[in-house]
């Protein structure tokens, strides 16, 4: 049989995870800096109802996702953005990541081109080629402490024209936040130039400063895609959502229909709860913010001093060149020597990410403040 040739990167981070895992097994201590997975649980009551969910039989929902979820999830936009969004314009999803596949093969044709940011969320690229779209790179640079502008936009798309454009604010790796007025121009720049936005807001509620807008709030012809994995602590229960304006709202159905048939039944049941506990959500923030401050002060400790505090999402990227010029070598080795797991820039940014590593501060205190203190004993050792 022949193999096909499609090209795709290494998720570092998560090989990074696989390997941490079976250090685990053999019985050794990891301190989990690598993975962007919430260190706290979901809301309680979560459990409580699953528990009496659970004596009926678990049914296929309609492909859409259960009307119910769609009514919290609409009163949910109206509440946050003062936006409002009709409840047939949703997609209950396996997570964000099956949302980009629904997303981008409902909006553009074959070859189409879409613009992601680099550093970004390293599964777009992968998304896109395995699609059998192309994907193009507007650099972002730390001067400008990460953020895209619309002037990026505008400047890449003269170099080479594409078709979408697809970035999260809050970012991955970065925490970057784009400001609403920002956002807005980047969202007339789209228009002006006939580029679909899809805007990943998964990291939305996590915020240490403004909160964020919708891109709802500026257009209704964008792609809205959102997640209960990160700010509602929801991971492993694989629950997103897409929000499709009105043109592509029937197309986006019948791919789930074929491609998911629906969203698990039970995992629509814990969302809907989920959206009525914030308060919940809002204190596991807090934590985060309380652990981004003990890792900025670790980090000043190594003798990294220009550190700029992630605006929000729970990650920090930081330029370890004091140290390496191959995170890829140095993560290994601080998995292997201290146990503490790290995710190299190279995941983020395949030409320029060598001499950065991300950091999540997601997880447990105790464990970050572990971590910091073996990464400070060991990075300054005589
Ligand atoms: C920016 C961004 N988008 C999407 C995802 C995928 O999340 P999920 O499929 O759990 O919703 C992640 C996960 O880390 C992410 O960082």
Redesign the pocket.
């Known amino acids: 049989m022949k193999n096909n040739s499609l090209k795709l990167n290494p998720f570092l981070a998560l090989e990074i995870f696989a390997k941490a895992t079976e250090l685990e097994a053999q019985g050794k201590k990891i301190y989990h800096l690598e993975v962007?997975e919430p260190g706290g649980e979901p809301t309680k009551k979560i459990a409580k109802a699953l528990n009496s969910y659970l004596k009926h039989p678990q049914k296929y929902t309609s492909a859409k996702g259960l009307i119910e979820l769609r009514e919290a999830l609409s009163i949910h936009y109206q509440k946050k953005y003062g936006v409002e969004v009709n409840k047939e314009n949703f997609i209950v999803t396996m997570?964000?990541?099956a949302g980009f596949n629904i997303a981008l093969l409902s909006a553009f044709e074959k070859n189409a081109t879409i613009a992601v940011t680099s550093p970004g969320?390293p599964?777009y690229i992968n998304i896109i080629n395995s699609l059998g779209f192309k994907a193009t790179e507007i650099p972002l640079t730390e001067q400008n402490y990460w953020q895209l502008s619309a002037k990026d936009v505008a400047q890449a798309y003269k170099k080479q024209p594409f078709d979408g454009l697809l970035f999260?604010s809050p970012a991955?790796p970065t925490g970057a936040c784009i400001s609403e007025n920002e956002l807005e121009k980047i969202i007339l720049v789209c228009k002006k130039l006939n580029i679909l936005l899809i805007s990943?807001e998964?990291?939305h509620g996590l915020e240490y400063g403004t909160p964020s807008k919708s891109a709802l709030n500026f257009t209704n012809d964008a792609i809205v895609v959102n997640?209960f994995?990160k700010y509602f602590c929801m991971?492993g229960y694989?629950i997103?959502w897409l929000i499709m304006p009105k043109n592509l709202v029937k197309k986006a159905e019948m791919l789930q229909q074929n491609m998911y048939i629906s969203a698990p039944t039970l995992s629509q049941k814990a969302a809907i709860i989920a959206l009525d506990d914030l308060e919940h959500c809002d204190l596991q923030k807090a934590q985060y913010l309380r652990n981004r401050d003990i890792l900025i002060m670790g980090l000043n400790e190594m003798g990294l001093r220009a550190i700029k505090p992630a605006q929000g999402a729970f990650y920090i990227y930081v330029d370890f060149s004091a140290f390496t010029n191959d995170t890829l070598v140095f993560c290994k080795e601080m998995l292997f020597d201290i146990g503490v797991a790290l995710t190299p820039g190279e995941d983020f940014d395949r030409a320029n990410g060598k001499k950065y590593v991300r950091i999540s501060f997601a997880g447990k205190q105790s464990d970050i403040e572990i971590a910091i203190k073996k990464m400070v004993e060991y990075l300054t050792r005589p």
Request: charged share 10%.
């Open positions: 962007g997570g964000s990541s969320y599964a999260a991955n990943d998964i990291y997640s994995s991971t694989r997103g």
